[in-house]
């Protein structure tokens, strides 16, 4: 039997742990991208009825961390990524505005090099009453070596602003901060290539896994919310049926795009 280029992880599996724990059994410069959205540290409420969202489709148990800890957890876990990437790895790390500082100070501290900060700009936000809504997030966009690594320009002019709708499951379960598929398509195309490994350490609703599965990447994830991980997983199982019976069936499927069509058209 093949040995896994992850220790004790199998390639295109997903495991329920926290990612402080397991991300130290990942072999050094084993990964080639890690896209993710941990925690923020905002006293989270996952069943607020954000959004229009109906509370109870949405899933509980949102693990969030204090702010007075959230520094040193963004360092502890920096820090392993940057172990486990490979030379050429690269990673990008969601944050909102409020704990920005630590994520920056975190990256540096690791030993990353940042490559571009970019804004996702997303339809609209929270109602507030005293303060402006905030209607975009922070992408952190950093390298190992800031001379080697994975870039693949899709567009003649690609901007660090990105428009890009949030994805609504009307009716249906779902995980408090899910990120929309063709944001993490996005990413896959300039910063990875078919058969690179990208991990998500903090899997939240899978859409990492299912978006590398759909692109020809193996994906490795982590989830701490068991109820989160049970989604994801069967998010992830779902899709694999329905690829299976798609096959098994002979239906015909959409023409194979490359990356650079699905970057230019719709993704």
């Not at 700009?121 to 690594?149: E, M, N």
Request: net charge neutral; hydrophobic share 35%; with cysteine.
């Amino acid at each position: 039997m093949e040995k896994s280029p992850l220790g004790p992880f199998e390639l295109d599996t997903l495991y329920h742990g926290d990612a402080l724990d397991l991300l130290p059994l990942i072999p050094g410069g084993s990964i080639d991208l890690i896209v993710t959205d941990p925690p923020f540290a905002i006293d989270f409420r996952a069943q607020r009825l954000n959004y229009n969202r109906t509370g109870a489709n949405v899933l509980e148990g949102y693990a969030e961390i204090a702010p007075d800890e959230y520094g040193s957890f963004t360092s502890r876990w920096l820090r392993e990524a940057f172990r486990v990437l490979s030379d050429s790895g690269s990673i990008y790390l969601f944050s909102g505005w409020n704990r920005l500082r630590d994520v920056l100070c975190g990256i540096d501290s690791a030993g990353f090099h940042t490559i571009n900060h970019l804004i996702w700009k997303y339809q609209f936000g929270v109602f507030t009453r005293k303060k402006y809504v905030t209607s975009h997030y922070h992408i952190l966009f950093a390298v190992k070596d800031p001379h080697d690594y994975t870039f693949n320009k899709m567009e003649h002019y690609p901007e660090d602003v990105w428009v890009i709708n949030r994805e609504y499951w009307k009716g249906k379960k779902k995980t408090p901060t899910k990120l929309p598929g063709e944001i993490v398509r996005k990413i896959l195309f300039y910063s990875s290539n078919p058969g690179d490994i990208v991990l998500d350490p903090f899997l939240g609703s899978g859409t990492v896994a299912a978006v590398c599965r759909e692109n020809g990447r193996h994906y490795l994830g982590f989830e701490l919310v068991e109820d989160y991980y049970r989604f994801a997983s069967e998010r992830i199982s779902n899709d694999k049926s329905l690829a299976m019976r798609k096959k098994c069936q002979g239906m015909p499927g959409k023409k194979k795009r490359t990356d650079h069509e699905n970057a230019e058209g719709e993704i």
